[in-house]
């Protein structure tokens, strides 16, 4: 059975940092592009970072350039999440997702920056 299981997320205060992970188990993790999604209490689902099958490729939504780093290690079926820099604007439930034959997503993290 397929499972993304995000561990890592917490209050933290502006400007600390967090690291997120998402353990996937039940699929071709390797063949699978990995993304993270955050969405915030009333309002919409926002993608935030995404990167390829072999670790190569990565894209940024704009307000986390610079900031978050996403990564993975397919040796570990698991994808992380480095965020720096937080603000309190980056408060949100953190999803991870596979896309590939099917889209599959985690259960969320709280991600909650303040002081």
């Known amino acids: 059975q397929v499972q993304l299981v995000e561990s890592g997320g917490g209050l933290v205060q502006p400007g600390g940092s967090l690291r997120l992970s998402c353990a996937a188990s039940?699929?071709?993790?390797?063949?699978?592009?990995m993304r993270w999604y955050r969405q915030a209490p009333g309002k919409e689902r926002d993608f935030v970072a995404r990167?390829?099958?072999?670790?190569?490729?990565?894209n940024y939504a704009d307000s986390v350039k610079g900031r978050f780093t996403i990564s993975r290690d397919n040796a570990k079926n698991t994808v992380y999440l480095q965020m720096n820099s937080l603000k309190p604007e980056d408060t949100a439930q953190y999803y991870c997702?596979?896309?590939?034959?099917?889209?599959?997503w985690g259960q969320g993290t709280q991600v909650t920056v303040s002081s």
């Open positions: 990167i390829g099958t072999v670790a190569g490729s990565t």
């Open positions: 997702s596979a896309w590939g034959l099917r889209t599959y």
């Open positions: 039940g699929f071709t993790f390797n063949s699978y592009t």
